[in-house]
């Protein structure tokens, strides 16, 4: 019976495991599979626009159309709040290029990337903390999604904003508020099964729909209000008695606006990998991360601004301002139907930006947990699901503390980005070389039992400083020392340029084997014929008799070759 069982286990277990196309060099096993090689020209689809959307999805959205609020609240003027904004987000559009490089030249992502800075077993140091992200952000994503789905069901039927409870008072949600998650989820599971390579449709569609909608909402609280109204003549308000002068909370500022995309340029090569050529994501990150998001920051200034002249009161998020625009489902059918047109296209936002984000991107990170298994859509699955596990209505309503410290992590991935930056571009020359990264014999990257310490040092290092920022912050605690607040309102930088200068002094002063290498042969299949003479590597072609004889195995061949510098 036992051997039975096991028979039957081992049948169920090799169905479930990934096989990859050996012609096209898709080796599956304990370090590689489809989906993390590196991408061959086939798979590299992404023009100029794929990536106006990728950032439509973190410009056209609620988070984005908030930001100046957090900045007036704490007394900045509205000029001195969206000089705040623009400089972060030429900053977002720096950073994220600086480590998506990578993936444009090497078609390699954030997975891979870390093997050879911090080794092979090392590297899921970062990659973990990513994975923990894309689960708990996921799940709150859904959760907020959840809200304008019930701003679009209270517009279609108005009795469910006014319907019973029948949730048990212990749990911190609404009834509406939790059937609002569920259409969300449920809506947004089929886009799981949208390629990377296939998004442009969904890029294009989103960013038309919230666009219009957004400049909709605008232009009607601006004629309703007949003006702007007075929020967007705010000045200077600083607190009387305030510790902090303009230049502390500005650099704060600017700090937190990076800080709150510091995940998402971690992983900017899981998607730059995609790129036909580096100019479509040049073109595509200025155009949206940067200007688009700028200019949805004064949409929603403009129009908050223009809604408190109407309304008397601040709506800083829209699903309370749309639900007010149609008296909370009491309102005029025309009133319910522009509130549903105008919810149905942040929430359009909400849900592909939570994909694209989260999901795709969770699943691009267990991937290299276990290749075997899981490829990007199985991970992308995996992180679906578990918004169950998470609770996201437990996390919003009642830990909000523990919102603040994830929204504050930034603190731990900016020196990830640091030692990123620094290895690829100062240290290695912007060379890697690909078949070492996916075996653990005849590497350069395995450094000591699979971890390079230096890396481990520098990215603690990197931190140490401003974790005690971050604790005394969360905690409220007014009696701290100035300088950990000072440190805290600077972490990014510090971060990143401690946790580098420290790993370049460390490998000038403990070098390392194979920095500046590459294969002199595409293995894979990885570049198109002028990316491989620029690179001067042997295109594939030239090596089909090799791979056809089956007389040389990826081991044997990169040994074969001497190694270029």
């Known amino acids: 019976m036992a051997i039975g069982l096991r028979s039957r286990f081992d049948r169920v277990k090799e169905k479930v495991r990934l096989h990859g196309d050996e012609a096209q060099h898709e080796q599956t096993d304990q370090w590689s599979n489809r989906d993390l090689i590196p991408l061959p020209p086939s798979r590299r689809t992404w023009g100029w626009f794929h990536y106006f959307g990728f950032w439509t999805l973190s410009s056209l959205n609620i988070a984005n159309w908030q930001t100046p609020s957090s900045f007036l609240t704490q007394g900045l003027s509205v000029a001195q709040s969206m000089a705040v904004i623009l400089i972060g987000r030429a900053l977002i559009a720096g950073f994220s290029t600086l480590i998506a490089w990578c993936g444009l030249k090497w078609h390699i992502g954030f997975t891979i990337q870390n093997r050879y800075t911090w080794g092979m077993r090392a590297s899921y140091i970062p990659l973990l903390q990513r994975i923990l992200l894309n689960f708990i952000w996921n799940a709150i994503q859904c959760w907020n999604g959840g809200r304008l789905a019930a701003v679009c069901i209270t517009a279609i039927w108005p009795s469910f904003a ?9 749990l911190p949600a609404t009834g509406d508020q939790f059937i609002g998650f569920i259409v969300f989820w449920v809506l947004s599971t089929p886009l799981l099964w949208i390629p990377p390579e296939k998004f442009k449709i969904p890029f294009l569609f989103t960013s038309l729909y919230t666009g219009i909608g957004m400049i909709s909402m605008m232009i009607w609280s601006l004629s309703s209000a007949k003006g702007v109204g007075p929020l967007l003549s705010t000045g200077q308000t600083l607190p009387e008695g305030s510790t902090w002068n303009v230049s502390w909370l500005m650099m704060a500022g600017i700090n937190q606006t990076i800080g709150g995309i510091a995940a998402g340029i971690t992983n900017g090569s899981d998607f730059s990998r995609y790129a036909r050529n580096w100019k479509a994501y ?19 200034l403009i129009t908050t601004s223009a809604a408190q002249k109407i309304y008397g009161v601040v709506y800083w998020n829209p699903p309370d301002l749309l639900m007010r625009m149609m008296e909370n489902g009491d309102g005029s059918s025309a009133a319910r139907a522009g509130v549903f047109f105008l919810a149905f296209g942040f929430g359009l936002t909400s849900m592909f930006e939570n994909v694209c984000g989260n999901a795709v991107a969770g699943g691009i990170d267990l991937a290299g947990l276990w290749p075997h298994y899981i490829n990007i859509r199985r991970g992308a699955i995996i992180t679906f699901i578990a918004a169950w596990v998470v609770q996201p209505w437990q996390l919003v309503n009642r830990a909000t503390t523990f919102i603040q410290v994830l929204s504050s ?23 890697v070389r690909l078949s070492h990264l996916y075996t653990t014999k005849n590497t350069s990257y395995w450094y000591w039992n699979g971890i390079n310490w ?18 005394i912050t969360v ?12 440190l805290y309102f600077m972490a990014f930088f510090i971060g990143f340029f401690t946790s580098a200068i420290i790993f370049f002094a460390l490998n000038k002063l403990f070098p390392v084997a194979g920095l500046g290498e590459y294969d002199e042969v595409d293995y894979y299949g990885t570049f198109t014929a002028k990316e491989a003479a620029k690179l001067g590597v042997i295109p594939i072609e030239f090596q089909t008799d090799a791979y056809e004889s089956g007389e040389h195995s990826l081991n044997q061949e990169h040994e074969t070759f001497e190694k270029k510098e």
């Open 162 to 170: 006014k319907m019973r409870n029948f949730l048990p008072e212990s």
């Open 282 to 300: 040049i073109i595509g990150t200025i155009t949206s991360g940067w200007i688009t998001g700028i200019l949805v920051c004064l949409v929603g």
């Open 409 to 431: 992590f930034s603190v731990f991935l900016a020196p990830v980005i640091g030692l990123m930056a620094v290895d690829f571009y100062l240290l290695r020359g912007r060379k």
């Open 454 to 471: 230096r890396a481990v040092v520098s990215w603690v290092c990197g931190w140490a400083p401003t974790i005690g920022g971050l604790i």
């Open 475 to 486: 905690g409220q605690d007014a009696n701290a020392p100035r300088a950990l607040y000072e």
